[in-house]
């Protein structure tokens, strides 16, 4: 008989924080691949960083499917766990891996077919047509890494493993720390690549996570294997992966949408514009990383809690994600709003993309408080079984509300009044996220109930 895992026994806020703090030092190290490409492409020209700008959208689609599938596994394979339904766990697993690579392949056609005419849809500049074409083609072509890197990751955090995780995805990032100045700019005999050369050294480090992630999960996790031998895939484990997996991945997609369609707004005013936005992205995603890993880190304990009907635990848990949260918010916006100017000098920024800037980083930081608990709320729901809640408050935060509101703002104000829409449309969510929140709880306990009755 195996002995109780740590998510169903150990005092709710020191699990917390024991399982959150290394998804979120991973991710915040994580954050930096594209941060730190930037940071060394705007010192090619700002042509070159619009370039990646555009591209990012299209990064974040790929992004958003193997996360969704990731951590539909993730909390497919806790609740498993936490039920002590120890061969279907493995066989959710071995499922979720064939799902992964799967999904895969499709980016891998559209990064060699589909590069080009993507970001003609955003810019006609031949300079900046031909760099994005050059970074996207290279990112998505060799996806796969990605995709690897993401599931291993979600495996070792489904059964407590945070610190294992964290390990697989700090080795990617800092091998591609290390080789982007060196493929960009040509040191140590290496020659000086450029654009492409930020590209490689990004999917170097991809698949350095994933073969990581590999074998920390072949050497580290006796809990969970991979089952081969008469395996046949089921369709109701596909079905339940994807319950919690479409809408992650829908929600993770929105940030892609919203990136884009942002960018189609922007690129009327002028291409600093759009330079700027994949900036302040960038600086947001830094932030929002440390808040996605406290809500990864909720996601199995949730899961695990309430497949042990263990209640009163799920609820201690997003209380607590919501308190941290908010701390992690906090902190962010009294940066972004004390330095503007320092965050930008970063990524080489000119004195117009500085004047547009910094008004616009000290009113959308306003923003990160609701957005914290939205997102805190989101992740707890997911691991209830229901994905619906996160996709339709993400959506409101990132499209529903934003992009009509910001082409009105736009419209009537100019660009500087288009930033306002993010304090609208996050309050939205979050009256959104609340009341589902309460609406799931209640649901959950009231099922505990009828279970204990019938017994």
């Known amino acids: 008989m195996q002995k109780e895992n740590k998510m169903g026994v150990m005092p709710v806020p020191r699990l917390v924080l024991s399982m959150a703090v290394p998804i979120m030092i991973s991710m915040v190290v994580q954050s930096m691949y594209n ?30 499917v193997a996360v969704g599938t990731g951590v539909g596994v993730n909390a497919l394979v806790s609740r498993r766990l936490g039920a002590k339904e120890y061969q279907e766990a493995n066989e959710a697993a071995t499922t979720g891996l064939i799902l992964t690579v799967l999904s895969s392949l499709i980016f891998v056609v559209w990064g060699i077919c589909g590069s080009r005419s993507f970001i003609a849809l955003f810019s ?9 074409t050059t970074y996207l083609q290279i990112c998505q072509t060799y996806a796969t890494g990605i995709f690897l890197a993401t599931f291993f990751q979600r495996i070792l955090q489904a059964t407590g493993r945070t610190v294992s995780s964290m390990f697989a995805q700090l080795a990617g990032a800092v091998v591609n720390l290390i080789l982007d100045p060196i493929m960009i700019f040509g040191y140590f005999g290496c020659p000086a690549m450029g654009i492409a050369g930020a590209a490689i050294a990004t999917v170097i480090g991809q698949w350095t996570s994933a073969l990581c992630g590999i074998l920390l999960q072949f050497i580290q996790n006796k809990e969970l294997r991979f089952v081969w031998k008469g395996f046949r895939m089921k369709a ?70 309430y497949g042990a009907d263990k209640l009163d635990r799920v609820g201690q848990t997003y209380r607590t994600t919501i308190k941290y949260g908010l701390a992690i918010a906090c902190i962010g916006a009294v940066i972004f709003m004390a330095v503007p ?10 004195e117009v993309m500085k004047e547009m800037g910094i008004p616009a980083l000290r009113i959308i930081c306003i923003s ?57 449309s996050e309050t939205c969510a979050l009256l959104f996220a609340g009341f589902q929140l309460r609406r799931n709880m209640k649901r959950v306990r009231e099922n505990s109930r009828n279970r204990s009755t019938a017994a």
Do not use: H
Request: a negative charge; aromatic letters at 12%.
């Open 35 to 64: 941060i730190v490409d930037s940071i060394f492409v705007a010192r090619i020209n700002e042509q070159a960083l619009t370039a990646t700008s555009l591209a990012y959208s299209a990064q974040m689609l790929q992004i958003a």
């Open 368 to 424: 990160f408080l609701p957005a914290s608990v939205t997102m805190m709320i989101g992740y707890t729901v997911s691991g209830l079984g229901n994905g619906m809640v996160n996709m339709i408050s993400t959506a409101i935060r990132q499209c529903i509300v934003l992009i009509p509101i910001v082409l009105l703002f736009g419209t009537l104000g100019g660009i500087n009044t288009i930033w306002f829409a993010f304090w609208i």
């Open 124 to 132: 006609d500049d031949p300079e900046i047509l031909d760099y994005g």
């Open 341 to 350: 100017g320092v965050l930008l000098d970063a990524f080489s920024a000119s």
């Open 236 to 305: 109701a484990n596909v079905l339940t992966i994807y319950q919690v997996g479409i809408p992650t991945i829908v929600t993770q997609a929105f940030g892609s949408i919203m990136i884009a369609l942002m960018n189609m707004v922007l690129i009327v005013f002028s291409p600093t514009a759009v330079a700027f936005f994949g900036v302040y992205f960038k600086l947001q995603n830094f932030l929002f990383m440390p808040l996605n890993g406290m809500g990864q880190a909720s996601l199995p304990i949730v899961g695990y809690n």
